[in-house]
Nanobody, 121 residues
Framework: QVQLVESGGGLVQAGGSLRLSCAAS????????MAWFRQAPGKEREFVAG????????YYPNSVKGRFTISRDNAKKMVYLQMNNLKPEDTAVYYC??????????????WGQGTQVTVSS
């Protein structure tokens, strides 16, 4: 019911910033909770940010808290992840996810294909 496409990934030096975008389609987007996950090679997929359907609440793990900011624009059907002070350990494929959930980390129903973020030291 909701399709997601990520963009904005790339190569950045440690300490730099990057903004990821997720374009959504489907009429239920405005009532769908959204999140960003990431997965590095050989590691489990990790929750990095979540936002409620109305944007009133956001959630972050300690690993990114204070550095990453998730936001959404329901009129444009977009969700963003602003990443500041990037570290090499942030290197991963970042995925946009959505769904009707009661917990910030999921489970989520809809997933994008991912965008690569590489942070060099």
């Amino acid at each position: 019911q909701v399709q997601l496409v990520e963009s904005g990934g790339g190569l950045v030096q440690a300490g730099g910033s990057l903004r990821l975008s997720c374009a959504a389609s489907g009429r239920t987007f405005s009532s769908t909770s959204m999140a960003w996950f990431r997965q590095a090679p050989g590691k489990e997929r990790e929750f990095v940010a979540g936002i409620t359907w109305n944007g009133l609440n956001t959630y972050y793990p300690n690993s990114v808290k204070g550095r990453f900011t998730i936001s959404r624009d329901n009129a444009k059907k977009m969700v963003y992840l602003q990443m500041n002070n990037l570290k090499p350990e942030d290197t991963a494929v970042y995925y946009c996810a959505g769904g009707s959930i009661s917990a910030p980390a999921g489970p989520y129903d809809y997933w994008g294909q991912g965008t690569q973020v590489t942070v060099s030291s």
